[in-house]
């Protein structure tokens, strides 16, 4: 494809702003577009008198790559009278990274007076780079200065919910809850989107209503439509999650086709990564494949994972090739699609496969994510790792988990050594897979919290087939409730039955 071609030529305001507007998209497309943008941004220097509005335009263009990013930084500090807008457009470029939030976090701390643009930017930066917590110290900063009562709307509320939510702080997402509510935002969509997804992920499952409970999800979404209230896009990717988490392919179906045909919305990639989740757990995956080809919009990375996710489940090793390629052209270093795709060649016994992808992560330098799972007790999180053996507790735990191991095997229990990746003999597999740090946190909170407490456990990663029989198994023989909240979703054991039935 021929490059669009860009040139320089302005001496007027007005040629400036019509010069901005062209080259945008194209810088934001192609960073070789960085002389023009530097070329602008001379020729507006130039002009007199100055004006901050086109000083703000140019560091807006600016600021829309990495390679004009300094640029920006450099025009910031030359503007005669930079305002908040000048300040909010380069922070919220710095965090788009999570390399620039540190610089982000110290402009922002040297902005002579911010609005909540400003502070909706750093709080969302930090919860979307894994860092919730000072996430949600930057909204309670906020609450305290005299400047931020006009910036408490629903933007920054979402944001911090999404903190508290990232952080699994149910106590946290409590008191957000109560804030809004008293600032009479709790109404909002977004707000209450956001609140429904706290309660969810931290494992209240009367709170969130919904999660682990797809037939009653589906059940106040026909509530809704029956109120006469138009759904929205979001509404749908929402009811088309309870059919995929609950299997219901006809009703999912259904579901997806009438958001077009009755309410006249267009397919967003969001609503075909979640039919392609529905048909790939469900193990349909010509229908899946074939709506993959045909699809109007591009697919997403999270119709790939699905996918892949469903190729796991049923073992689907050419489709999974296919999926795996397509996440490694989005996103190349995330350890995730090599793991997944190498465990489902070592489910089918492809061990010289599985170490192929290990060759192509270490020649990438991408190391695998350490499984953790930690457990909330007295106000002190404990975080376990596989085999981890550091615990104070470590003797007990283990002795619990030997302990459970023979009961288990007494009703019945069989060790499903396909989850384990390694090609060695069958008893040392059954001895990898016993010691999951889920299953670690479990066994402390049986032995430290009190024998009505429902015990809360969260892990980084997708929790094992084996470990969800295990702790099925687990939660019938000490009569508890446990809740797990993986990656992927939350799971609530009782009575040696999951909320998921076993679809996850």
């Known amino acids: 494809m021929k490059r669009p071609s860009f040139s320089v030529s302005v001496t007027t305001a007005s040629q400036l702003h019509d010069g901005i507007d062209r080259l945008l998209p194209l810088l934001r497309a192609d960073g070789t577009y960085a002389l023009a ?40 500090s030359s503007v005669p009278s930079p305002d908040v807008c000048s300040y909010n457009t380069l922070v919220a470029a710095l965090a788009r990274s999570p390399r620039g939030l540190a610089s982000a976090r110290a ?27 000072a996430a949600l110290a930057f909204y309670r900063r906020m609450l305290r200065e005299p400047e931020g009562a006009g910036a408490d709307n629903e933007f920054t509320a979402s944001s911090a919910l999404a903190a508290a939510t990232a952080a699994r702080c149910v106590r946290s997402g409590r008191e957000l809850h109560c804030h809004v509510i008293r600032r009479g935002i709790d109404a909002d969509a977004v707000v209450w989107s956001a609140l429904a997804d706290m309660y969810a992920k931290c494992g209240r499952v009367e709170d969130a209503r919904s999660n682990g409970q797809p037939e009653e999800a589906l059940c106040y979404f026909n509530m809704f439509l029956r109120s006469g209230l138009r759904p929205d896009h979001v509404m749908f990717v929402g009811a088309l999650s309870a059919c995929a988490h609950a299997g219901l392919v006809d009703k999912g179906l259904e579901i997806f086709h009438s958001i077009k045909d009755e309410y006249g919305i267009d397919h967003t990639a969001d609503h075909y990564a979640c039919v392609i989740d529905l048909l790939s757990r469900s193990g349909q995956f010509e229908l899946a494949e074939e709506m993959i080809n045909k699809m109007a919009v591009k697919p997403n990375k999270f119709l790939w994972a699905s996918l892949l996710g469903g190729c796991r489940i049923h073992k689907n090793v050419r489709l999974a090739r296919w999926a795996a390629e397509a996440l490694f052209e989005i996103e190349p270093e995330n350890p995730a699609t090599y793991v997944t795709l190498a465990n489902i060649y070592a489910s089918v016994g492809l061990f010289d496969e599985v170490e192929n992808v290990r060759k192509i992560m270490e020649s990438k330098g991408i190391t695998k994510m350490p499984a953790s799972s930690w457990i909330e007790v007295g106000k002190r999180v404990h975080v376990f790792l596989v085999g981890d053996k550091s615990h104070p507790r470590a003797k007990e735990i283990y002795a619990l988990l030997k302990k459970m191991y023979v009961k288990m095997r007494e009703e019945g229990y069989v060790a499903d050594i396909s989850f384990v990746l390694h090609d060695v003999e069958e008893e040392q597999k059954e001895q990898d897979i016993g010691y999951h740090s889920e299953r670690l946190a479990v066994a402390f909170g049986i032995i430290a919290t009190p024998g009505d407490a429902p015990i809360k456990v969260f892990k980084n990663l997708r929790i094992c087939g084996d470990c969800h029989a295990t702790i099925k198994f687990i939660s019938r023989i000490v009569q508890r409730e446990i809740i797990v909240r993986d990656s992927n979703r939350f799971h609530h054991f009782k009575n ?7 679809y996850w």
């Open 37 to 76: 943008a530097r070329a602008l941004a001379a020729a507006a220097a130039s002009l007199r008198p100055p004006s901050t509005l086109l000083s703000n335009r140019v560091l807006h263009l600016l600021s829309s790559h990495p390679a004009t990013l300094p640029d920006a930084l450099a025009l910031l």
């Open 107 to 133: 402009l922002f701390d040297r902005m002579p007076r911010r609005d909540h643009f400003s502070w909706s930017a750093i709080v969302s930066a930090h919860a979307r780079h894994g860092q919730p917590r």
């Open 496 to 502: 040696g039955i999951c909320s998921c039935r076993d």
